[in-house]
C-alpha cells in the first residue's frame, strides 16, 4: 500500500464533486509534469490519498482510493507522454486538516506538501498518512 496526495483548486475539482462520482471515480487528469506523472503510474488500485484543496481552502478535505491504474489522459489528445489514474473518495476527513497546520507540525516537516508546494501529485509516507489521519479526527486510517 502506498500513500499519495492529489490536490485540486475546489473550483476547477472539488471534493464534493469526486463526492457526486460514485463508486466509478474520476479520471485525475489535466497534470502536465513529468513526476507528477510518474507517481501516478507508481499507483496501484486501492492505493490511498489525501484530497487537498488547493488555493482555496488550503486544506486535506478528504481520503481517496485509487480504482483504475495509468492509463491515457482523455484531455491529452494525441500526446502519449500524459497519463492519469482515476480516483474515488472514501471517505470525508472529519476535522480537515490545514497547511498552517501541517506546517507548524514538526512530524510532518518533510512532507512534500511543505516541501514540494507546487507538486499536484505528491506521495505521503506511511508516517505522514498516520499523523495527518490523526490531526483530522481519524484514529483508524483507512489502509
Given at each position: 500500500m502506498a500513500y499519495w496526495l492529489y490536490k485540486s483548486e475546489p473550483f476547477k475539482f472539488s471534493w464534493e464533486k469526486l463526492k457526486s462520482k460514485g463508486e466509478a471515480g474520476e479520471e485525475w487528469d489535466g497534470v502536465r509534469n513529468y513526476?507528477?506523472?510518474?507517481?501516478?503510474?507508481?499507483?496501484?488500485i486501492g492505493?490511498?490519498?489525501?484530497?487537498?484543496?488547493?488555493?482555496?481552502?488550503?486544506?486535506?478535505?478528504?481520503?481517496?482510493?485509487?480504482?483504475?491504474?495509468?492509463?491515457?489522459?482523455s484531455t491529452a489528445g494525441?500526446?502519449?507522454?500524459?497519463?492519469?489514474?482515476?480516483?474515488?473518495?472514501?471517505?470525508?476527513?472529519?476535522?480537515?486538516?490545514?497547511?498552517?497546520?501541517?506546517?507548524?507540525?514538526?512530524?510532518l516537516a518533510n512532507m512534500s506538501l511543505v516541501t514540494s508546494m507546487r507538486l499536484s501529485v505528491q506521495?505521503?509516507?506511511?508516517?505522514e498518512w498516520i499523523e495527518v489521519c490523526r490531526?483530522?479526527?481519524?484514529?483508524?486510517?483507512?489502509?
Open positions: 513526476q507528477a506523472r510518474n507517481n501516478m503510474r507508481a499507483m496501484k492505493d490511498k490519498g489525501f484530497f487537498y484543496h488547493s488555493n482555496e481552502g488550503l486544506e486535506v478535505v478528504g481520503i481517496t482510493e485509487v480504482c483504475a491504474l495509468a492509463h491515457p489522459d494525441e500526446d502519449p507522454r500524459w497519463e492519469c489514474v482515476d480516483i474515488r473518495a472514501v471517505r470525508d476527513m472529519p476535522k480537515p486538516v490545514t497547511l498552517k497546520d501541517i506546517k507548524a507540525n514538526p512530524k506521495p505521503v509516507t506511511e508516517e490531526m483530522g479526527g481519524l484514529d483508524n486510517p483507512p489502509r
